[in-house]
């Protein structure tokens, strides 16, 4: 797993609850991601426990008025940071049925104000009918934090019905900053057959490879030698990009275990990319990669009659 | 320990670990100033809702409220 990643993926997720916005922490980029985890849950739990008493009451008060009246109020007046502070003290089943009565961008307001943690027995009830709609309506709103931190705590079908609503460019981003990323294998599994092509071609066409290796690195064996297998089929251009990408972020240990994953004949796929890689590309890779893969490599390249083309490749690439 | 130093131990609730103490004293202010003006911007906020909420509920529901409320 990538160090550089994960703490990228959390300056994000520290600027987004801040209130901040692109690079705006960037100075951080050197600080361990758990030592930026710690220092978010830390002000997470400042902010999220400030009135709780008051809160406590709100959450009882919504018990003796009728959920329909409790979501006209919460639209119309306490407006979405403080019906979310409210439903973490609220009956998860009064909750759920108030939630049911809101427009999806009011749920969608009062999510993003939520903290999964506190809620979490709300977000394992919540119908799928309810999931759908908020995770479309986050998606448009780049709010990929919010989506990340919610994806953790809902049951699988949810995920699938959150999934399915996102477009590529959201799922990848979304992936990046998931909360607890051991759900990433279960939710790339729920996707929908033949959908991550599409998701790498996206990657590639948003510079978006750093999120997609981040995902495949956090996945099964057996997904990622499938991924693997989808990535060897894009085609020279954007297997090109992508050795680019990959040595623009230095992350090359996130790209290894792909090549690494494909078979004997994705690897000849491909062997003719590598031999036409950018000669200082094509030396990162073969240094990152251990001797076995190397070899593979080489015997791909001489079952398509390339042998020669790669020993030149590596002797411009500087390596013997 | 600078200024600086001490307010993020404050708000991280113990001693930095070495990461963030090794930040520029004034990236960690540039952290902690973020960090209070999020905590400023939600007691205020929290503090408008919770005012404007009761001027919404119906009068015959308002005093079994106020009382759950307040006590």
Known sequence: MSAQLETAAEVIKLERLLGLEGDDFGFLSTVPAEELRALRERVTDTIFDSGGHALARLGAAAKLVPSPLVATICESSLGPLLSARAAATCEPAKAIDVAKRMSAEFLCDTTIELDPRKVAAIMSGVPVELVEPVARELGAREEYVTMGRFLAFVPDEAISAAMAALSDEALLRTAFVLEHKERLDDAIGLLEPGRMPGVLRCAADEGLWPEALDLIDNISDERRASIAEDIAGLGAEVISGLVAAVSAADIWETLVPVVGAMSDDSLATIAPVLTGLDPVHLRELLEAAPADLVAAVERAAEQIGMHDDFDAAVARAGLE | ?71
Do not use: H, N, W
């Open chain 2, 1 to 71: 320990m600078s200024a600086a130093r001490a307010r993020l131990e404050a708000a991280f609730g113990g001693p930095l670990p070495s990461g963030l103490a090794a930040l520029d004293p004034a990236d960690q202010e540039r952290l902690c100033d973020a960090i209070d003006a999020t905590l400023a911007r939600q007691r205020r906020e929290l503090a408008e809702s919770t005012e404007k909420g009761l001027d919404f509920i119906p009068r015959l529901l308002r005093g079994p409220v106020k009382k759950a409320l307040f006590g």
